[in-house]
C-alpha cells in the first residue's frame, strides 16, 4: 500500500522567512497530493492541493511542488506569519487518501 | 451549512466497553472515512465508504466495525474497548473519490477524544 513520509517533524522560522516542508511517496499510482492544516482542537483544513498532471501550484503565499519522477512534492510558505504556527500534513491518494505524520510549524517572533 | 458533526467530543471507556462514534454530513458526499491521530503517528485511516452500502478498510482497522446505511451517516463501532484504542478520533467526507478529474477535498469534523481504562 501507499507510504507517505514527512519531513521535519518539527520545524522553526523566523517570522517573515520561508519554511518548506517536503513529503516522499511509495506509490507511483497516487494521483492527488493535498496539504493540510490543523490548529490546536480542531480538526485538519485543506490549504492547497495538486494533482498529478501539473508540477507546481501557488495561492498568495503557498506553494506546492510536486516531482513525479522521484515521487517528491514540497510546501512553501513565504514571508511566515504568526497564524502559520500549526501541524502540517501532506497526504497521497489512490483509492484512498493516506497521511504523513505532520510537521508542527513554529513561527517565532 | 454544519459540515462535517462528530458526538461525542469527549468519551471514557473501561477496558472490554463497547460504544460508537457518531459521524454525520450534511454536503451531501459520497465518500467518508475514520481516522486515528496519535502523537508522532499524524492521521492513520481506519475504515473508508466510496458510498451508501460499500465499505472498505484502511491501515489500522482491527478493533473496529463501520457501516454505512445511508449517506449521511458513517459511525464508528468499537464492540470491546482496548487502551491501545486512546486516542483522537476524526470523521472526514469528500464529494467523490474517483478518477484524475474529480478530486475534491476531505472535509473533518472536530474529533472524539477517546480515553480508554
Known amino acids: 500500500g501507499e507510504n507517505v513520509e514527512q519531513h521535519p517533524s518539527t520545524l522553526s522560522v523566523q517570522e517573515g522567512d520561508s519554511a518548506v516542508i517536503k513529503c516522499t511517496y511509495s506509490?507511483?499510482?497516487?494521483?492527488?497530493f493535498p496539504w493540510y492544516k490543523q490548529e490546536l482542537g480542531k480538526g485538519p483544513q485543506l490549504i492547497i492541493d495538486?494533482?498529478?498532471?501539473?508540477g507546481e501550484k501557488k495561492d498568495q503565499r503557498i506553494a506546492v511542488t510536486l516531482n513525479k519522477t522521484a515521487k517528491h512534492f514540497s510546501l512553501h510558505i513565504t514571508e511566515t506569519q504568526p497564524e502559520d504556527s500549526a501541524v502540517y500534513f501532506c497526504?497521497?491518494?489512490?483509492?484512498?487518501?493516506?497521511f504523513g505524520k505532520g510537521t508542527r510549524l513554529h513561527i517565532l517572533p | 451549512n454544519a459540515g462535517v458533526t462528530q458526538t461525542p467530543k469527549f468519551q471514557v471507556l473501561k477496558t472490554g466497553q463497547s460504544m460508537t462514534l457518531q459521524c454525520a454530513q450534511d454536503?451531501?458526499?459520497?465518500?467518508m472515512s475514520w481516522y486515528r491521530q496519535d502523537p508522532g503517528m499524524g492521521l492513520r485511516l481506519i475504515h473508508y465508504?466510496?458510498?451508501?452500502?460499500?465499505?472498505d478498510q484502511g491501515e489500522v482497522p482491527n478493533g473496529y466495525n463501520v457501516s454505512r446505511s445511508t449517506t449521511e451517516d458513517f459511525p464508528l463501532r468499537l464492540l470491546s474497548a482496548a487502551p491501545s484504542q486512546t486516542s483522537v478520533y476524526f470523521c472526514?467526507?469528500?464529494?467523490?473519490?474517483?478518477?484524475?478529474?474529480?478530486?475534491?477535498?476531505?472535509?473533518f469534523g472536530n474529533g472524539t477524544r477517546l480515553t480508554v481504562t
Open positions: 454536503m451531501n458526499h459520497e465518500y
Open positions: 472526514a467526507s469528500s464529494f467523490t473519490f474517483s478518477g484524475q478529474g474529480n478530486n475534491s477535498p476531505l472535509h
Open positions: 465508504s466510496v458510498g451508501a452500502g460499500i465499505t
Open positions: 495538486i494533482r498529478s498532471n501539473v
Open positions: 506509490d507511483s499510482a497516487s494521483n492527488y
Open positions: 497526504a497521497a491518494k489512490t483509492d484512498k487518501i493516506i
